[in-house]
């Protein structure tokens, strides 16, 4: 049973252009969170995603960020224009369920350099 | 605005001592989770405390949730190399999974 798999691991941008960070959940997990990690910062929330829904992207920027769960496929979080403070480690996790003491399992995490 | 503080933010012990490390808020969680972190990977669960004064054992690893469930406890004994690592609490204020808020971690060293 393969993990929390995110491509790429690596992603190098320069300045406007777009990222798009892929997420596959475990096999029957159907909840899909994305977290970001700056430099010397602790992981900050982004958003959580329910297969199709988006259910709370109270972490996410207003603006050039955006994130879809689709039926068929893996979860993309995608940032237009990127800008120098967007660097850094986006990591997606999945669970079974949103119940108090499910288990979450992350990916990897994909790092995002901007240039 | 940090909620939650973990203390101490770096620590070098030798192989064998025993070691605790905390994480504070002031903030009323309904769950808290243990991860740890190596470079360059994703946080692995290490356990989810979700009762007040609960008590969990993972072979040398002892997790406490405090009475109130506004702290939590992480103590190793007998610590071995392989304990090295970035050891990480996430609390939940719902009651649910999503967005936890994570503490900034302690970097564990252990010294041969």
């Known amino acids: 049973n393969a993990g929390v798999m995110q491509n790429p691991r690596h992603l190098v941008r320069r300045r406007g252009q777009e990222a798009r960070l892929r997420c596959s959940p475990m096999k029957g997990h159907s909840h899909v969170y994305w977290y970001r990690q700056l430099p010397e910062e602790g992981l900050k929330f982004m958003v959580y995603l329910q297969k199709e829904n988006i259910i709370d992207e109270s972490g996410m920027p207003k603006e050039r960020f955006s994130a879809e769960f689709p039926k068929e496929g893996p979860s993309i979080l995608r940032i237009q224009q990127v800008v120098r403070g967007d660097s850094a480690a986006y990591f997606c996790?999945?669970?079974?369920?949103?119940?108090?003491?499910?288990?979450?399992?992350f990916g990897s995490g994909t790092q995002l350099s901007v240039l | 605005t940090q909620l939650l503080e973990q203390s101490p933010q770096f620590l070098s012990i030798q192989e064998g001592e025993n070691l605790t490390v905390y994480c504070n808020s002031s903030s009323v969680f309904s769950s808290l989770q243990w991860y740890r972190q190596e470079p360059g990977e994703g946080p692995v669960l290490l356990v989810t405390?979700?009762?007040?004064?609960e008590v969990k054992k993972l072979k040398r690893l002892t997790f406490q949730f405090g009475d109130a469930r506004k702290d939590s406890s992480l103590h190793i004994t007998a610590a071995q190399t392989g304990d090295t690592g970035l050891y990480l609490c996430?609390?939940?204020?719902?009651?649910?999974?999503?967005?936890?808020?994570f503490g900034t971690g302690t970097r564990l060293t252990i010294i041969p």
């Open positions: 405390v979700v009762t007040g004064g």
């Open positions: 996430a609390g939940a204020l719902g009651f649910g999974n999503e967005k936890l808020t």
């Open positions: 996790a999945s669970s079974l369920s949103r119940d108090r003491g499910e288990k979450l399992f």
